[in-house]
């Protein structure tokens, strides 16, 4: 079982930054992919970010390329979302989620979740 902790959602300008983290227990973070995704209200989850359990392999959603970047930490049992140049239509709840190995854009395909943390992005 691993759990997972979102933090670093905020209330921010448009143009502004939020650095995501989510911070994993249990000694299987490093062979962990794991992933960003987001639903905003009325909407139905999208992916934003992956990263493999090395961190070898990084995918980003066509939305938000060149503006957010998705890292990790081993040691720390922690994944990142860096989001720059943030934009109204960036609000959402976003959640990271974990599953073995390989990272994918389905979120189908991620057994543990997080509660989510809020991100709300003023005009």
């Known amino acids: 079982q691993v759990q997972l902790v979102e933090s670093g959602g905020g209330l921010v300008q448009a143009g502004g930054s939020l650095r995501l983290s989510c911070a994993a227990s249990?000694?299987?973070?490093?062979?962990?992919?794991m992933g960003w995704f987001r639903q905003a209200p009325g909407k139905e989850r999208e992916f934003v970010a992956a990263?493999?359990?090395?961190?070898?392999?990084?995918y980003v959603a066509a939305s938000v390329k060149g503006r957010f970047t998705i890292s990790r930490d081993n040691a720390k049992n922690t994944v990142y979302l860096q989001m720059n140049s943030l934009k109204p239509e960036d609000t959402a709840v976003y959640y990271c989620?974990?599953?073995?190995?390989?990272?994918?854009?389905?979120?189908?395909?991620?057994?543990?979740w997080g509660q989510g943390t809020q991100v709300t992005v003023s005009s």
């Open positions: 989620a974990s599953r073995w190995y390989q990272a994918t854009m389905d979120p189908n395909d991620y057994a543990f």
């Open positions: 990263i493999s359990w090395n961190g070898g392999s990084t």
């Open positions: 249990g000694r299987t973070f490093s062979k962990q992919a």
